[in-house]
């Protein structure tokens, strides 16, 4: 099962700290979404392989856009 992690709101991308077939485990931060001039940071509820990324650094973002996938 997959699990999608969406932007919580529309900024763009400042920083990826994963890649695709990395391990990640519960809580830890995946990205930092730039909004409103404040660093978000977007961690995972699960632990699992990172199988894709969507996004890069400074790429624009919508609310409920898919920034990676994590399986």
């Not at 763009?12 to 391990?23: L, Q, R, W």
């Not at 809580?27 to 996004?55: D, F, H, R, S, W």
């Not at 650094?57 to 399986?71: F, G, P, S, Y």
Request: charged share 25%.
């Amino acid at each position: 099962m997959s699990t999608e992690i969406l932007a919580p709101m529309p900024g763009t991308i400042f920083k990826v700290h994963v890649s695709a077939g990395d391990d990640v485990v519960e809580g830890q931060e995946l990205l930092v979404l730039e909004a409103m001039k404040m660093e978000n940071p977007i961690i995972t509820v699960t632990a699992g392989k990172v199988k894709e990324v969507n996004v890069k650094v400074d790429d624009k973002v919508a609310t409920k856009d898919v920034l990676l996938v994590i399986e």
